[in-house]
């Protein structure tokens, strides 16, 4: 692994790059040292096969686009691609249910396009995933080549039965999510940039409470808490939330983490210092749509374009609030340590192939089609001279953000699986901000700001290692783990609500005995005995630090 990334990583791009469109008519065109793997075109097409693909549904399609079966990137990729595609839309937040129901009624896709292990794991236990081996070695050209030239791929996609059932792609690694805070209220309302998740807790009631943007009115909330916010919430209190984390270097649950997580958010839910529907957001859309209208103070969120979080969310807000100034903040320490938030994994497994698919081979060849550097530069960037123009390295530099998020911002779930690090240099997300474009500039000094604060390792991760290389658990306990991970989640939720009449106590004891009851000894033991035995042979966090700490000095 470390060979690997030391040899490999001249190449990196955000598991957020984002931003691109195309005509249903038009092709970029590869760099000449981008795509030597790209099969020369017949002047007789090969027939097509059909297929169906799964794709998350994200609710980000403006209406005059069309849906997720039949927009302009639809349209491209079956008039360019080698196969007739169906796309079926996946809600991204009910995609486990969603799984379920298509794979129960025999009508699944051919592909599936899934990042979550607890999800594709047991379908490769129940044989529903088709094994990839030899169906890669006979017809593949592209995605075979990434295997040759990331052997970590390759060895993160193998199962201990042999067989690849997965498909995946290499990445830069970024901070996932952010702490944003609004600077000009902390200004006006004299306080210091939180330290604490007490000092954080201060703040976000002084900004609920002290009218901060100065209408004379009490509209503000000092912090958001729905959907993604309230993880961000758990890292800090290192909240392994569904997973492991590390306590005392052996994995834990760390119920104690979650306690304390939950007092804080009951605390500021009691003090009506957040929305009091939080609950009801269930995509965050409210949430964010508050902030960018200069209604929030604190917002901790997922960050799925640091581009369009740091240069196109600032100038909309801007639109609402001239004087806004944000900045991203460190994690506040909390009682039980400092923390970062989540980072994207450098080797990601993302898709598979339904074993009943009729056509695999048409599926293989599709999978390779969309792992072209061509391919992925048109649904990354777009049409150059249109969306994106050339800088000074040959990497593209976007024209127009507004042009591009609303034409193509919610087309990179078509690129789930595509190797972002075979754009060489141009991996970098640095390289999507043009510093000459002022907005822009301040863009990339958040960008860079947050990734000083972030990817540090002298501070904890919440996790035992990257989330989704932790193991998910064999047949026999998955069962149960899936039926008391949602009472777990309730019995929290329930506490952070109910305000005198359930604690984060008796949440503590109810959701101790629950994991007790559901076998939750026997789903410990599994865990600690795989990190006794793997954790020095699989990719955990010091294998992240070398790679983040490569890729830092590929960037100067």
């Given at each position: 692994m470390k060979k690997w990334f030391a040899t490999s990583l001249t190449m990196a791009l955000s598991t957020s790059m984002v931003l691109t469109a195309c005509s249903t008519k038009a092709t970029v065109q590869p760099s000449s040292s981008a795509n030597s793997t790209t099969p020369t075109a017949s002047t007789t097409p090969a027939k097509k096969g059909d297929i169906s693909v799964s794709v998350y549904d994200r609710g980000k399609i403006p209406a005059a686009e069309g849906t997720l079966e039949d927009n302009r990137w639809s349209k491209f990729i079956n008039e360019?691609?080698?196969?007739?595609?169906?796309?079926?839309p996946i809600p991204r937040n009910e995609a486990a249910q969603k799984f379920n129901v298509l794979f129960a009624s025999g009508s699944a896709p051919d592909i599936i396009n899934e990042f979550d292990p607890n999800i594709l794991n047991p379908l490769i236990d129940q044989k529903q995933l088709m094994p990839l081996n030899d169906l890669i070695e006979k017809n593949s050209v592209e995605y075979k080549k990434v295997l040759q030239d990331y052997p970590a791929l390759k060895k993160v996609a193998t199962s201990p039965?042999?067989?690849?059932?997965?498909?995946?792609?290499?990445?830069?690694s970024v901070p996932s999510y952010a702490v944003f805070v609004r600077a000009d209220w902390l200004k006006k309302l004299n306080l210091d940039v939180p330290k604490t998740t007490e000092d954080l807790y201060k703040v976000a009631k002084a900004f609920a409470e002290q009218d901060p943007d100065g209408n004379g009115k009490k509209d503000t909330y000092g912090m958001a808490l729905s959907f993604r916010s309230e993880f961000a919430i758990d890292m800090m209190f290192g909240n392994p939330v569904e997973l492991y984390g590390l306590v005392n270097d052996q994995p834990s649950r760390a119920f104690e983490n979650a306690r304390l997580a939950t007092e804080f958010k009951k605390r500021l839910f009691d003090e009506g210092i957040i929305d009091k529907d939080f609950v009801n957001d269930k995509n965050g859309a409210k949430a964010k749509q508050d902030f960018l209208n200069g209604k929030t103070g604190i917002y901790p969120t997922f960050v799925g374009s640091w581009f369009e979080s740091t240069v196109t969310d600032i100038q909309t807000l801007k639109k609402a609030v001239p004087d806004a100034d944000v900045i991203p903040i460190a994690l506040p320490k909390s009682p039980v340590g400092e923390f970062i938030p989540d980072v994207t994994s450098p080797v990601q497994m993302t898709t598979a192939i339904n074993a009943k698919t009729k056509d695999p081979v048409a599926a293989i060849k599709y999978i390779d089609y969309m792992d072209r550097v061509s391919t992925g530069?048109?649904?990354?960037?777009?049409?150059?001279?249109?969306?994106?123009?050339?800088?000074?390295?040959?990497?593209?530099q976007i024209i127009d953000p507004n042009k591009s998020k609303a034409e193509v911002s919610w087309a990179d779930d078509y690129a789930h699986f595509y190797s972002r690090l075979l754009l060489g240099k141009c991996a970098f997300i640095q390289n999507q901000f043009n510093p000459e474009i002022p907005e822009q500039k301040a863009g990339l000094d958040m960008f860079n700001k947050a990734g000083a604060l972030y990817l540090d390792s002298t501070k904890k991760y919440r996790f035992v290692t990257l989330q989704e290389l932790i193991p998910t658990f064999p047949k026999d306990l998955q069962p149960s783990f899936n039926t008391v991970k949602k009472q777990i989640t309730d019995t929290w939720l329930k506490a952070v609500i109910s305000g005198d009449k359930y604690s984060a106590d008796q949440a503590y004891k109810d959701v101790q005995t629950a994991w007790d009851k559901a076998g939750g000894k026997q789903m410990d033991d599994f865990i600690i005995e795989w990190y006794k035995t793997s954790k020095d042979s699989s990719f955990m966090l010091k294998d992240l630090w070398e790679t983040v700490a490569k890729q830092a000095q590929m960037k100067k």
């Open positions: 360019n691609g080698p196969a007739n595609v169906k796309y079926v039965d042999g067989n690849m059932y997965k498909v995946g792609r290499v990445l830069e530069t048109s649904l990354l960037f777009g049409v150059e001279g249109t969306h994106y123009k050339k800088d000074a390295n040959g990497c593209p």
